[in-house]
């Protein structure tokens, strides 16, 4: 097997093992204690060592890991990669018991800016965290990741809805209930979450208190194409990312002080405790630094690259591109730009970046959205505010982001991968200064 299958073939099984972040995080812990890192507590005292790594996690879903390098922080400062684990889906509703027409329901509300026509007709899976009390009276919580299709959302047959090909427009409050079970009787949603959380983790529960769950595609990850050009899966926004940063950060060597941050929250704002508009990344270098001025002359130091997927140029609809602006899928990654500072790229951070690529084989592409259109954002500007460190926003091309179901190119997280383990063993970030 090639080092690229090989690559590709360990992102499928991270990417099917991580349904939701809580689990996209724990895969990351995993791989980082086997990887020989550390894990720290916020509430005790660090003794931090050079040449050691360490990460630490907050909520279950946003997580921080680092190594430190053997010159002092001040004169190196970090090199940081940022990307966020969580992704558009359907997270059931506290009270979600539907009972109509035969059929129970779970109500759920939207989570981000899903693309929400491809969630119907999918076989449906279920995922997230659950808060429980034990029977010993103790306060528990528990992942749970029912891998079976336990729900679909149902299409209207078109019989009975003859423009749904003209204009199909989705009513989340109407259209959206999960059907997951045929019964006259109704159901309580907690005790049947009781009954299978016991059966999967073989703990005692006296009964289920709260719970984030969300819906997820069963289908698994694929290579896809007459040549497997193309890797098909949920979640490629951003996992992908937070996969190719996480491999980079193991497979850098060298002394150099660097950083992997994945927060939770960024498809919704980032404005959480554990979102890349909290204070996470910062109390963590802070504490890294020791004190006010090691901490200034350390972010003078610093760069971070925020990797978050860019937008492929659909063949279908190549006029929702500028003309010079249309990155190609396999061809490279995506530095992003945006005038307005929706994307936290200047030109120093992507000339270095450009070099880097140069220097690791790796063909580069430039995103600017068409000047009539509305950007998106990601976690770089948030970051680049929040701590005053020169960021680079760059990322994968993919199709039909934020569907239940997303595109890459087989080639691009692989390249990636090694331009950002270089970016790991840089002695200096300081450009042109």
């Given at each position: 097997m090639s080092e690229m299958n090989l690559f590709n073939k360990n992102l499928r099984t991270f990417l099917d093992a991580s349904p939701t972040p809580f689990h996209a995080v724990e895969e990351m812990r995993v791989r980082l204690l086997n990887a020989g890192y550390i894990a720290l507590n916020e509430r005790d005292d660090w003794k931090l060592e050079a040449g050691k790594g360490y990460y630490l996690i907050r909520n279950g879903s946003s997580i921080v890991a680092f190594h430190c390098g053997k010159d002092p922080i001040q004169e190196r400062g970090w090199r940081m990669v940022g990307a966020h684990t969580d992704s558009p889906n359907l997270k059931v509703k506290p009270s979600p018991e539907l009972h109509r027409q035969g059929y129970f329901q779970l109500g759920v509300e939207v989570y981000g800016g899903a693309l929400l026509n491809p969630w119907f007709d999918r076989d449906l899976g279920l995922a997230g965290r659950v808060n429980y009390e034990s029977t010993q009276g103790q306060l528990c919580s528990a992942l749970i990741n029912i891998n079976r299709p336990v729900g679909v959302v149902p299409s209207l047959a078109i019989h009975l809805d003859r423009e749904a090909n003209n204009a199909h427009s989705v009513n989340p409050q109407k259209d959206l209930p999960v059907v997951i079970l045929q019964s006259e009787n109704s159901q309580d949603f907690r005790d049947m979450l009781a009954v299978e959380l016991a059966r999967q983790e073989n703990i005692d529960i006296a009964k289920v208190l709260d719970f984030e769950l969300s819906f997820y595609d069963c289908q698994p990850s694929a290579m896809v194409g007459w040549n497997e050009d193309f890797i098909a899966s949920a979640r490629l926004d951003n996992l992908l990312s937070c996969y190719i940063g996480l491999d980079a950060l193991l497979a850098a060597d060298g002394g150099e002080h660097r950083v992997l941050v994945c927060n939770d929250h960024e498809e919704v704002g980032s404005q959480s405790a554990v979102g890349a508009q909290g204070p996470m990344?910062?109390?963590?270098?802070?504490?890294?630094?020791?004190?006010?001025?090691?901490?200034?002359?350390?972010?003078?130091?610093?760069?971070?690259?925020?990797?978050?997927?860019?937008?492929?140029?659909?063949?279908?609809?190549?006029?929702?591109?500028?003309?010079?602006?249309?990155?190609?899928?396999?061809?490279?990654?995506?530095?992003?730009?945006?005038?307005?500072?929706?994307?936290?790229?200047?030109?120093?951070?992507?000339?270095?970046?450009?070099?880097?690529?140069?220097?690791?084989?790796?063909?580069?592409?430039?995103?600017?959205?068409?000047?009539?259109?509305?950007?998106?954002?990601?976690?770089?500007?948030?970051?680049?505010?929040?701590?005053?460190?020169?960021?680079?926003?760059?990322?994968?091309?993919?199709?039909?982001?934020?569907?239940i179901r997303e595109l890459a190119g087989s080639q691009d997280a692989f390249n990636l991968t090694k331009v950002l383990a270089a970016y790991f063993q840089l002695d200096s970030v300081s450009g042109m200064d």
């Open positions: 990344l910062e109390s963590v270098l802070r504490r890294i630094a020791g004190d006010e001025i090691s901490w200034q002359r350390a972010i003078a130091n610093s760069m971070m690259i925020s990797a978050d997927n860019a937008h492929g140029i659909h063949p279908n609809f190549s006029d929702k591109h500028d003309g010079n602006h249309g990155p190609l899928l396999n061809a490279g990654p995506v530095i992003k730009n945006n005038v307005n500072q929706r994307y936290a790229t200047n030109s120093e951070t992507s000339s270095l970046f450009r070099r880097l690529c140069a220097k690791t084989d790796v063909p580069v592409q430039s995103f600017v959205v068409r000047s009539d259109m509305a950007c998106g954002s990601t976690i770089g500007p948030l970051t680049a505010s929040a701590i005053g460190v020169k960021t680079l926003d760059i990322g994968v091309p993919t199709f039909a982001m934020h569907s």
